[in-house]
Each structure stands twice: as C-alpha cells, then as structure tokens.
C-alpha cells in the first residue's frame, strides 16, 4: 500500500528558506507514469497546487509561485523535496505531498503545518 | 490559467436527500483530466472522481461526475451523514493543475 509522509520544520521564519520533504513507502518515485506533486492548504482556504515532478526528472510549477518554488527528487532515498524561499505569512499553510497522473491525485500525505512567524 | 468556479459555496441539505454540485471551467477542459475530492476536517482530501465520470477505487456508487467541456457536475445520490464535507474539482491544463474554492455540504 503507497504512503506518502511529509516531514520537515513546522515554523520558518519570514523571508527564509522553507524546505519540506516528502517519504514514499510502497511504491518508488521512479515508477513510469506518475507525478510526485505538493499541494498546500491556508487555514480555513482551499487547495494550491504548488509544483511536481514526473518521474523522469521534468519538473512543473504553479505560475504564480514558479519564481520562489523548487522541486527535485532522490530515488535513490524514495523521497522528494520542496524549497520555498523569501516566505512571508501567506505562505502559512498544511503542506500535502500526493501522487498524481495527468488527470488525478490519488495517494495523498497527511499533511504538514507549516507556520511562517518570527 | 483556467480558472474553475463551483457553486454553490455552500449547501444545506439533510440525510437522504440530493445534492448537486457544479463546477464551471473558464475554458474548455478535456473530461479526462477533470477529477473531484472529497476533504473532512483536519483529513487529507480524498480522491472521489476522475476522467469527470469514473468512481475511483472503493467510492460508494451514491457518488457519480458527469459534464463535459466547461460543466462539470458531482451528484450525491442520497446523502449520508458521513458525506457532509468540503467537495473540490480539479483539471489539467497547460502543465498544471488547478483546483476549485470548494463547495462545503452541510446539515
């Protein structure tokens, strides 16, 4: 059964690096066909989609935060990574990380919180 | 960017009934990229519809999509106490993914 676990500090501080990563269990990040995506929440809002990475290495961002986002993946360790940078408290938010194809997310994290504060 | 607007923003309903939500694309999307999630409080979402039409694994057939072009449409047959939540539709486009503000049944 796929898991996915975030992990990573649950307060950063405004305009520093935000870095999160993502652990899979019962499958690998290399597995054809597949994104590897991160998806946030702000309190009490909806879904944004961040950015993926596919498993060949091609990466995707969100327009809106392509200029401060950056995704890359480990294979090597089943993992893949998130850096947010110059964050400020808009960037406060649950953090998911999920597997997706083209049309769906299907396996989900559970999420982490991720406070931006002083 | 395609923007995608679901209505209502909220829906009062009781146990038993039909709920109807809609999801509207600002353009065109292609069905197969069009998926549907169901979110509870302080829960990951979880994956309901996809391809707008197909129940994902273990979904209760009480839930179907349906819609086409720039309407799409989730249908809760009969209501169960356990499928008041926030609703969220999703597309592909452009090399991104874009999801709706939600639509929130409630008692």
């Known amino acids: 059964q796929l898991q996915l676990q975030e992990s990573g500090p649950g307060l950063v501080k405004p305009s520093e690096t935000l870095s999160l990563t993502c652990t899979v269990s019962?499958?690998?990040?290399?597995?054809?066909?597949?994104?590897w995506g991160w998806i946030r929440q702000p309190p009490g809002k909806g879904l944004e989609w961040i950015a993926s990475?596919?498993?060949?290495?091609?990466?995707y961002y969100n327009p809106s935060l392509k200029s401060r986002v950056s995704i890359s993946g480990d294979p090597s360790k089943n993992q893949f990574s998130l850096k947010m940078s110059s964050v400020t408290a808009a960037d406060t938010a649950v953090y998911y990380c999920?597997?997706?194809?083209?049309?769906?997310?299907?396996?989900w994290g559970q999420g982490t919180r991720v406070t931006v504060s002083s | 960017e395609i923007v995608l607007t679901q209505s209502p923003g909220t829906l009062s309903s009781s146990p038993g009934e039909r709920a109807t939500l809609s999801c509207r694309a600002s353009?065109?999307?292609?069905?197969?990229?069009l998926a549907w999630y169901q979110q509870k409080p302080g829960q990951a979402p979880r994956l309901l519809i996809y391809?707008?039409?197909t129940r994902a694994a273990g979904i209760p057939d009480r839930f179907s999509g349906s819609g086409s072009g720039t309407d799409f449409t989730l249908t809760i047959s009969s209501l169960e106490p356990e499928d008041f939540a926030v609703y969220y539709c999703?597309?592909?486009?452009?090399?991104?993914?874009?999801f709706g503000r939600g639509t929130k049944v409630e008692i």
């Open positions: 391809g707008a039409s």
């Open positions: 353009q065109s999307v292609i069905s197969t990229f």
């Open positions: 990475i596919y498993y060949s290495g091609s990466t």
């Open positions: 999920a597997r997706h194809w083209v049309g769906a997310m299907d396996n």
């Open positions: 019962g499958g690998s990040i290399s597995s054809s066909g597949y994104y």
């Open positions: 999703q597309q592909h486009g452009s090399s991104s993914w874009t």
